[in-house]
């Protein structure tokens, strides 16, 4: 075993020291060092092992990805738990390195350890842990958290925050000594999560500085913390949130730590697209073209009418729809949110026919058919809950306040989760289903196994992933959809089980700006929904015209959520329009770079996606609000090849936005079909100069080299 190795991928060298025989110590995680000779990475070690003053213990204290008291490490410990109040503390040793595997064990302790990290083909970095009790009494698991340093140049903490409708706000913090936790205990992966978690150089942007992020993928409690010492060390770390007892391991079994992915970039863009390859390059990818989606929901909320919901399909057919989903309302009692939850049976009420006369219309129409499902949840007013009491989760035998008049189901008991996956399978067995939009529509509170009481977000996460894999298996050609209550369960692991995620239930397209741009921080925008709502907002009740709601949703997954049955002819028009737009563009918004500026001005935004190779571009000028100049002068266009010529021009239907209050053709000489050709260098660094918008309206721009 050589007591240092040195990975490199994609512009990115991880360098771990396994010298002493213990847990690896992380020397370098950056940018790529070149090609090092056995001798050079001996003197790697050299230069960055620390003067030995100071620390808790006589000389320096190694600080491991998985840290640990007994090396003098006194900052938050990677494992937290015990044997009946002893073996609190480990001290593991490291019998086999097999590549990406180390095997470590703690006698003592009576703990085994395996450690996988590793170096993605992407640059990304990823690791996890899992811990087995080899003694003959219960352990207590409280915590086991992974770590990994950053340099003393990352000075400032970008994380995000949230709520219902206004998903993955960003928030910036400095990097100071102690620790800056990030908790999540709603029992998914929350608005409020910490979602992606970096720390960079002073003022680092999109395009600029360097960034260290980490993302736990994991779709129950977590936790994701940054912490600083005065002995020089700064560490991102992260891991799943445990409850008090909720697993404890018997002699023999082991417990499995989320997955810690990491991301090293110059920029924002450069971490965010380390993600997007690694996520494009999985078997499971969607392949296929992202589909054009009609969602009912917005459209007709409960009222399941066929008439009206064929009338419907007609006009999502018109305008170029390739899939059509009903939302809630076509199971049981449920003729509003109060009722029927869990009775999976088509509504003899609402469907005296059953689905079949609407599948048969929509999929004649060559449209897809999909559906609306929530299987985690119950409401107490449905022939499951009265029938099945036991299987709501709770605290012994008080039961959680209801959230939007729901409980929820159990499914790590095995009852509740063989009803729940005959009913999906059935479900997709009798009607031509390729989509479930798969929702989740309140956080867990006293989310305990019963009857015992035990804490229970970690086994109900594990059997929400379980009841997927196995539908998948069951069902490969079903595309689901992650939605919980919106963008409340948006992470890698869950995207290892489902096909895109909803970012928000809030469908205004200015708020869509901030919303799309910080989830495309983490995945790319063929997994993102992103939906042209109605004129009026129905979550803001702002107003927007239909090509700043369709130019914003263009920037995703493409889809419609609006009663087009009551659009005009001009509104049906321009959104055709805009949906033949998003076909054509979709290969290249799908498989290229997304890209985003640094612009000063914070009224104006440019982003875009540009093909891997370089051959082509489209690019948006957003005006979110009024700017303080006038007009707006340049914005640069990024991510282009430096040394390639592009026809820049601007892009139809995104070329004349109406509410636009000049003839462009005259004070803006080169907006015309014809454009301008300049090197990639110029149209980067010195930029073409923007039209001036009233606020929230966008532009469109294509840039194809010659």
């Given at each position: ?5 040195h ?8 360098v771990?020291?396994f ?6 110590r992380?020397?370098?995680?950056g940018?790529?060092l070149?090609?090092?000779t056995s001798?050079e990475?001996?003197a790697?070690l050299?230069?960055?092992a ?14 491991a990805?998985l840290?640990e008291?007994?090396a ?19 001290a593991?040793r ?6 990406p ?8 302790a009576g ?6 990290v ?6 990304l ?13 219960d352990f ?9 340093p950053?340099?003393?140049?990352a ?21 100071t ?5 990030r ?15 970096a720390a960079?150089?002073a003022g680092?942007?999109n395009?600029s ?20 010492t005065?002995?020089?060390?700064s ?16 002699p023999?079994e082991?417990y499995?730590t ?7 970039g110059?920029?924002?863009?450069e971490?965010?697209?380390?993600f ?6 999985r078997?499971?990818h969607p ?16 009222d ?5 919901l064929?009338a ?9 729809a390739?899939?059509?989903?009903l939302?809630?309302?076509w199971?049981?009692s ?5 009722r ?20 048969d219309?929509?999929?004649g129409l ?8 929530e299987p985690e949840?119950v409401?107490?007013?449905?022939d499951?809950?009265r029938?099945?009491?036991d ?19 159990d499914?790590a ?13 059935a ?19 006293d989310?305990g ?7 229970g ?8 992933y ?17 939605c919980?209550?919106g ?6 692991e869950?995207l290892?089980?489902?096909d ?21 921080a ?26 700043f709601?369709?130019?914003t949703a263009l920037f ?7 009663d ?24 290249l ?7 985003h500026?640094d612009?000063?001005d914070p009224?104006?935004?440019v ?12 690019f948006?000028i957003?005006a979110?609000a009024?700017?303080?100049?006038y007009?707006p ?11 390639r ?7 139809a ?9 000049h003839?462009?053709?005259v ?21 073409v100069q ?17």
């Amino acid at each position: 075993m050589a007591d240092v190795t040195h990975l490199r991928a994609a512009g990115v060298s991880l360098v771990l020291d396994f010298s002493g025989g213990t847990l690896p110590r992380v020397r370098h995680w950056g940018a790529d060092l070149g090609e090092l000779t056995s001798d050079e990475l001996d003197a790697v070690l050299v230069a960055q092992a620390p003067h030995p003053i100071g620390f808790s213990v006589d000389g320096a204290v190694d600080v491991a990805v998985l840290p640990e008291q007994s090396a003098g490490w006194l900052g938050t410990p990677g494992i937290i738990g015990n044997r009946g109040g002893r073996d609190f503390s480990t001290a593991f040793r490291v019998v086999s390195v097999d590549g990406p595997l180390i095997r470590a064990v703690d006698e003592t302790a009576g703990l085994g350890l395996e450690l996988t990290v590793e170096l993605a083909p992407s640059g990304l970095v990823r690791q996890r842990a899992v811990l087995t009790n080899t003694g003959t009494s219960d352990f207590t698991v409280d915590a086991v958290n992974l770590t990994l340093p950053v340099p003393p140049q990352a000075v400032e903490i970008l994380d995000f925050t949230g709520r219902w409708t206004r998903e993955r706000s960003p928030q910036r913090t400095a990097f100071t000594q102690g620790l800056r936790v990030r908790e999540n205990r709603t029992g998914r992966t929350g608005y409020d999560s910490a979602y992606l978690f970096a720390a960079g150089t002073a003022g680092f942007g999109n395009r600029s500085g360097e960034v260290w992020a980490v993302h736990t993928a994991w779709s129950g409690n977590h936790r994701t913390f940054a912490e600083k010492t005065y002995h020089s060390v700064s560490l991102l770390g992260s891991g799943e949130l445990l409850l008090s007892g909720e697993v404890v391991l018997g002699p023999g079994e082991s417990y499995s730590t989320p997955w810690q992915y990491a991301s090293y970039g110059h920029g924002l863009d450069e971490v965010s697209g380390r993600f997007h390859r690694h996520l494009r390059s999985r078997p499971s990818h969607p392949s296929s073209p992202r589909p054009v989606v009609v969602n009912t929901w917005e459209a007709v909320y409960f009222d399941h009418d066929l008439d009206r919901l064929k009338a419907l399909a007609d006009a999502a057919a018109s305008v170029g729809a390739e899939r059509f989903v009903l939302d809630d309302g076509w199971f049981g009692s449920r003729r509003d949110d109060r009722r029927g939850l869990g009775d999976w049976y088509v509504s003899d009420e609402a469907w005296p026919d059953g689905l079949k006369p609407l599948t048969d219309h929509v999929t004649g129409l060559g449209m897809q058919f999909g559906i609306w499902v929530e299987p985690e949840m119950v409401n107490p007013d449905s022939d499951l809950a009265r029938a099945h009491p036991d299987w709501i989760m709770a605290a012994g035998d008080r039961l959680p306040g209801t959230a939007r008049f729901q409980q929820v189901l159990d499914l790590a008991r095995p009852e509740a989760f063989e009803y729940v996956l005959e009913r999906l399978d059935a479900l997709l067995s009798e009607y031509p289903v390729s989509y479930l939009k798969w929702d989740h529509n309140r956080d867990l509170v006293d989310a305990g196994h019963r009857p015992t009481g035990r804490a229970g977000v970690h086994g109900q996460t594990s059997a929400v992933y379980r009841l997927l894999d196995e539908l998948r298996r069951r069902h490969p050609g079903v595309e689901i959809e992650s939605c919980s209550s919106g963008g409340g369960r948006v992470d890698l692991e869950i995207l290892e089980r489902t096909d895109r995620v909803w970012v928000s239930d809030c469908i205004d397209a200015l708020e869509r700006q901030s919303m799309q741009r910080w989830t495309n921080a983490l995945v790319p925008l063929e997994l993102m929904g992103t939906h042209v709502g109605a004129g009026t907002s129905h979550t803001t009740h702002r107003q927007h015209p239909v090509d700043f709601r369709a130019g914003t949703a263009l920037f995703g997954h493409f889809g419609i959520e609006w009663d087009l049955t009551a659009a005009s002819a001009e509104d049906l028009a321009r959104l055709t329009s805009w949906v033949a737009l998003y076909k054509e563009l979709r290969s290249l918004l799908h498989t290229g770079v997304a890209v985003h500026g640094d612009h000063p001005d914070p009224a104006i935004e440019v982003h875009g996606v540009v093909a891997e190779d370089g051959s082509d571009a489209v690019f948006a000028i957003v005006a979110l609000a009024t700017s303080q100049l006038y007009p707006p002068g340049p914005v640069r266009l990024p991510g282009l090849s430096a040394d390639r010529s592009y026809h820049v021009r601007p892009l139809a239907p995104g070329d004349v936005p109406d509410g636009n209050a000049h003839n462009w053709g005259v004070f803006l000489p080169w907006w015309k079909p014809e454009g301008v050709t300049l090197p990639g260098r110029a149209l980067t660094t010195a930029g073409v100069q923007a039209p001036v918008l009233y606020p929230e309206r966008l532009v469109l721009v294509r840039a194809t080299a010659i």
